[in-house]
């Protein structure tokens, strides 16, 4: 199964942005959904967690105003984002995890850019 993460773009401050991440194949192959983010110079941090059941678990900064969801009838995942900040600027990846072998697959990240 592959993973392409798709929707960023430029948006101004207090803006929204859906990022969706399609996948080849059944995304209930996956444990775990994760976006993660990777701003300039920075390290690559996690977004949030989804599991197979569509419960998450979101970075603190991004509470209230991310939502992750999944439509398994697609094999789509989804990142609603609302009220961006420029501090969410980055490249985001999507990535899917399979327990308990831990074998991971990455989707290509996507660019959003948020202005201030």
């Known amino acids: 199964v592959q993973l392409q993460a798709f929707g960023g773009g430029l948006v101004q401050s207090g803006g929204s942005l859906r990022l969706s991440c399609a996948a080849s194949?059944?995304?209930?192959?996956?444990?775990?959904l994760r976006w993660y983010r990777q701003a300039p110079g920075k390290q690559r941090e996690l977004v949030v967690i989804?599991?197979?059941?569509?419960?998450?678990d979101y970075k603190d900064s991004v509470k209230g105003r991310f939502t992750a969801s999944r439509d398994n009838a697609k094999n789509t995942v989804y990142l609603q984002m609302n009220n961006l900040k420029s501090d969410d600027t980055g490249v985001y990846y999507c990535?899917?995890?399979?327990?308990?072998?831990?074998?991971?697959?990455w989707g290509q990240g996507t660019l959003v850019t948020v202005s201030s």
């Open positions: 989804m599991n197979i059941n569509g419960g998450t």
């Open positions: 194949g059944s995304i209930r192959t996956f444990d775990l």
């Open positions: 990535n899917g995890l399979t327990l308990p072998s831990y074998d991971e697959i």
